[in-house]
T-cell receptor, first 111, second 115 residues
Framework: DAKTTQPTSMDCAEGRAANLPCNHS???????VYWYRQIHSQGPQYIIH???NNETNEMASLIITEDRKSSTLILPHATLRDTAVYYC????????????FGIGTKLQVIP | NAGVTQTPKFRILKIGQSMTLQCTQD?????MYWYRQDPGMGLKLIYY???????DKGEVPNGYNVSRSTTEDFPLRLELAAPSQTSVYFC??????????????FGEGSRLTVL
């Protein structure tokens, strides 16, 4: 699986959009980008994933660059409950067996 | 569905003791995983299983053993506990068939302290 690079921490004002970047410059053509978040030492929670196209669900949007070497997770209107560690991982979706996590980005939403 | 259930939630062990962390899932997922998370750090993969009877090592398998005799259960065994094994342990599962997203479902974690 491709390695990812994320900033260690970020701040975002409540009500504003939170844009969390992820670099995955060694991604292969069949590898997906997945995002999870972990709120206060709970088990991580799946947010969204994508291959090439931008994706949106009720939680967030995922923007993947055309060359697929980086992506951005967007929380459109951040709330205090979005304060968490966000993990970007890259892997082959259904075939990939090992799933490894990096350190992630600690997002602090500020009132 | 209960999802992924881990027991116990908390445990204190003495150095050299052994114990088993239990993990069970009721979603008929074929893949199961054990991770550990040290304070302020990310998750490290200990062991994983792609189906009953099949297990493989992850990033940090030393000091642990696993078995997968059924689809539902994936216990993690700690032999001769050491202070370095003080951590929060997470079990996870996922399904890889059909058009599934392949997302991981996590348990609530088991907090282990070795003194």
């Amino acid at each position: 699986d491709a390695k990812t690079t994320q900033p260690t921490s970020m701040d975002c004002a409540e009500g504003r959009a939170a844009n969390l970047p992820c670099n995955h410059s060694t991604i292969s053509g069949n590898e997906y980008v997945y995002w999870y978040r972990q709120i206060h030492s709970q088990g991580p929670q799946y947010i969204i994933h994508g291959l090439k196209n931008n994706e949106t669900n009720e939680m967030a949007s995922l923007i993947i660059t055309e060359d697929r070497k980086s992506s951005t997770l967007i929380l459109p209107h951040a709330t205090l409950r979005d304060t968490a560690v966000y993990y970007c991982i890259v892997r082959v979706s259904l075939v990939g067996q090992k799933v490894t996590f990096g350190i992630g980005t600690k997002l602090q939403v500020i009132p | 569905n209960a999802g992924v259930t881990q027991t116990p939630k908390f445990r204190i062990l003495k150095i050299g003791q052994s114990m088993t962390l239990q993990c069970t899932q009721d979603m008929n997922h074929n893949y199961m995983y054990w991770y550990r998370q040290d304070p302020g750090m990310g998750l490290k993969l200990i062991y994983y299983s792609v189906g009953a009877g099949i297990t493989d090592k992850g990033e940090v398998p030393n000091g642990y053993n696993v078995s997968r005799s059924t689809t539902e259960d994936f216990p993690l065994r700690l032999e001769l506990a050491a202070p370095s094994q003080t951590s929060v342990y997470f079990c996870a599962s996922r399904f890889t068939g059909g058009s599934n997203t392949g997302e991981l479902f996590f348990g609530e974690g088991s907090r282990l302290t070795v003194l």
